[in-house]
């Protein structure tokens, strides 16, 4: 197996991208997900080309955040899912030259692991002829970025592999449906360019809730999700209110009351925690408001080089060929 950080020179056979996403998205704590596009165009999410069938396993790994990942790359979330891939299919599969294009940062807030797997996962199903249902890839996306994050749930790995807003289905065989949206919504998301590992995050969680805070938890992502529906624009705001982990989380991301107050104080609708953060999510009414919210984390974060400030709309592609 040869693994690089280096560009490889040539072609490729298939090239494919699965986009970056934000779990929780405030209100729905491991039951709500959305995948996001910036509306400039560019790829904020992870590619991953198939360049050749080969004799051995081969993963060129290229880049703005290559830097961020282990020094050691046999561990690899593309060759891992290769792996299960290849077990969950049942015999063996031609070995490939890979090359990972790592446009997300690691340990961000932004699905970075969950975006590897996805995009890995559904490359290999689609170029062997799909010979996993979406339900089995999902189910393999899931498990694979449980081994990350210490538990398997699925609302980053939902919304990249299908795209849009995705609530979970506890207990149900269709595992997410797809939620409706306010198409003139758009998000920014602002990474400060520090990491915060999804496990540190959750760490700090509580392990209980009583029964007010389990009620007024149900209460409020019913609340959001019904206002989706009833496209009342007002009363979907209101109800982004996280109750549950970023009480707990606020002292890792001791900025985020700070800045909400300032950019609330614009106009901005809400600013949250993009997943397990440091990444932030600003949700704004317009193209206008957007760019005002990251005019102003950028300028707030512009100090650290691995810093990005996005303003995106709902992604509703998901993982793709490109």
């Not at 209100?27 to 997900?33: H, I, T």
């Not at 996001?36 to 955040?65: C, H, K």
């Not at 496209?231 to 606020?250: F, I, N, Y």
């Amino acid at each position: 197996m040869q693994i690089t950080s280096e560009l490889a020179p040539g072609a490729y056979l298939k090239r494919y991208y699965a986009p970056a996403s934000t779990g929780n998205f405030s209100v729905g704590f491991d039951l709500l997900g959305a995948a996001f596009e910036p509306v400039s165009g560019e790829l904020f999410g992870d590619v991953l080309d198939i360049v050749a069938e080969q004799a051995d396993m081969q993963l060129t790994i290229v880049g703005r955040y290559v830097h961020q990942l282990p020094a050691d790359h046999n561990d690899n979330l593309v060759l891992s899912c290769f792996d299960a891939f290849e077990r969950k299919v049942g015999h063996n599969l031609p070995k490939l030259a890979l090359r990972l294009h790592k446009n997300l940062p690691v340990g961000s807030g932004l699905g970075s692991s969950a975006c590897s797997i996805v995009v890995a996962c559904y490359a290999f199903n689609d170029y062997f002829g799909k010979p996993l249902s979406e339900a089995e890839l999902l189910q393999l996306m899931a498990e694979a970025e449980g081994g990350v994050s210490g538990g398997v749930h699925y609302d980053n790995v939902a919304p990249s592999y299908f795209g849009g807003l995705q609530l979970m289905l506890p207990q149900s065989a269709q595992i997410c449906r797809s939620l409706p949206w306010f198409a003139q919504w758009r998000v920014v998301l602002s990474y400060p360019g520090t990491v915060l590992s999804t496990k540190a995050a959750r760490a700090v969680l509580p392990q209980q809730l009583s029964l007010g805070q389990s009620i007024a938890f149900a209460g409020m992502l019913s609340r959001f999700v019904s206002a989706l529906y009833a496209k009342d624009e007002a009363d979907a705001v209101a109800a982004l209110q996280d109750l549950v982990a970023e009480p707990a989380r606020t002292p890792l991301l001791p900025e985020l009351p700070g800045l909400r107050a300032a950019l609330a104080g614009k106009g901005i609708l809400h600013l949250g925690i993009s997943g397990a953060g440091p990444t932030l999510f600003a949700l704004c009414s317009n193209d206008e408001q957007a760019q005002l919210a990251a005019d102003y984390l950028s300028r707030h974060y512009e100090k650290n080089q691995d810093a990005t400030t996005q303003i995106c709309r709902l992604s509703q592609g998901g993982a793709r060929a490109l």
